[in-house]
């Protein structure tokens, strides 16, 4: 009875477990609206759980592992905010273990 009890609540906690949060560098109420977008993706199996982020067209490194990634950008700098599933960002992207793609358009900084 124990190790049935056991195995069912490491199903629920490991099975229920959410993807990287990922935030923005920028206000406290701002800083979270890219991980509201990302979870509904999530739960609409549109990516998994180590997306591959891309900004304006280049893959942006971070460590997978890490439970917090923050993006370096504004609300304000997004444009648009897309995603693709694995297959598509395998194809595209030529990475074997993304997990799907987050696409996102953003303005240019210009100095």
């Known amino acids: 009875m124990k190790r049935t009890l056991l195995l069912f609540s490491s199903t629920i906690i490991l099975g229920c477990s959410q993807p990287h949060a990922f935030v923005l560098n920028d206000t406290k109420e701002n800083e979270y609206h890219v991980l509201k977008l990302i979870n509904h993706a999530f739960e609409e199996d ?60 953003a303005k240019l900084q210009t100095k």
Do not use: C, H, M, W
């Open 46 to 105: 549109q990516i998994d759980k180590s997306p591959l982020i891309v900004i304006n067209g280049i893959p942006f490194k971070y460590d997978k592992k890490q439970d917090t990634i923050l993006l370096p950008l504004k609300k304000s700098d997004i444009i648009d905010l897309n995603f693709l599933n694995k297959n598509s960002s395998r194809i595209i992207y030529n990475e074997r273990e993304n997990d799907g793609a987050i696409i996102i358009t």
